[in-house]
């Protein structure tokens, strides 16, 4: 059983770009939850979504930033009109539908902003 | 809203003695405890996780965790480390409930292994 994927690992962004981070959650996994962590601190949440709706985006800035999780495919963490402050690694977690608080984290993708 | 905190930013200790990284919560009630090992460039990996019962708890790489109630804490501690257990130790609270994971996590404590 594959564990949770994202890609690209490493993506390079100029300023005003947009960036798109992919994650594939493990099979059976049926909850993603996607966490933010800049440089020198923990992790911080972001977004928790389930097959086409989202649960809980209260760790999401309010402007520039939107996630999805369709029925088919990935889930994305959409960033547009990148700034450097957006420069940090992003990580995905999947979780079962019964163990929703036993998460499985992806390597995560570094994203850099120029 | 819950909150963690890790006192010790950075540790180090010498190859084989033992380990204790320290963790403290705030959350009205028994919250789900974990700890994660993230090695450098790499993604989070569970050592273990408290919901209920023992409050001594085992997990992987020789670690364990024990839960104490009555300081709101979750300490991790390992008898003997070894040079592989250099790395980045995050605590992390959840919501109870089988329907919402949402997790927040302590500001992690690095660890350097001297041979």
């Known amino acids: 059983n594959a564990g949770v994927m994202q890609n690209p690992r490493h993506l390079v962004r100029r300023r005003g770009q947009e960036a798109r981070l992919r994650c594939s959650p493990m099979?059976?996994?049926?909850?993603v939850y996607w966490y933010r962590q800049l440089p020198e601190e923990g992790l911080k949440f972001m977004v928790y979504?389930?097959?086409?709706?989202?649960?809980?985006e209260s760790g999401m800035p309010k402007e520039r930033f939107s996630a999805e999780f369709p029925k088919e495919g990935p889930s994305i963490l959409r960033i547009q009109q990148v700034v450097r402050g957006d420069s940090a690694a992003y990580f995905c977690?999947?979780?079962?539908?019964?163990?929703?608080?036993?998460?499985?984290f992806g390597p995560g993708t570094r994203l850099t902003v120029l | 809203a819950q909150s963690v905190t890790q006192p010790d930013i950075h540790i180090t200790v010498s190859e084989g003695a033992s380990l204790e990284l320290r963790c403290n919560y705030s959350?009205?009630?028994?919250?789900?405890l974990f700890w994660y090992v993230q090695s450098p460039g790499q993604g989070l990996q569970l050592l273990l996780k408290?919901?209920?019962?023992?409050?001594l708890v085992q997990g992987i790489k020789g670690f364990e965790a024990e839960f104490k109630r009555s300081q709101s804490s979750f300490n991790l501690r390992k008898p003997s480390v070894h040079w592989s257990d250099a790395a980045e130790y995050f605590c992390?609270?959840?919501?109870?409930?089988?329907?919402?994971?949402?997790?927040?996590f302590g500001q992690g404590t690095i660890l350097t292994v001297h041979p």
């Open positions: 977690a999947s979780s079962p539908p019964s163990q929703n608080n036993e998460q499985f």
């Open positions: 099979k059976g996994h049926s909850h």
């Open positions: 979504l389930q097959k086409e709706n989202i649960i809980d």
């Open positions: 959350y009205g009630a028994t919250p789900y």
């Open positions: 408290y919901f209920s019962g023992d409050t």
């Open positions: 992390a609270v959840a919501v109870g409930g089988t329907s919402y994971g949402k997790l927040t």
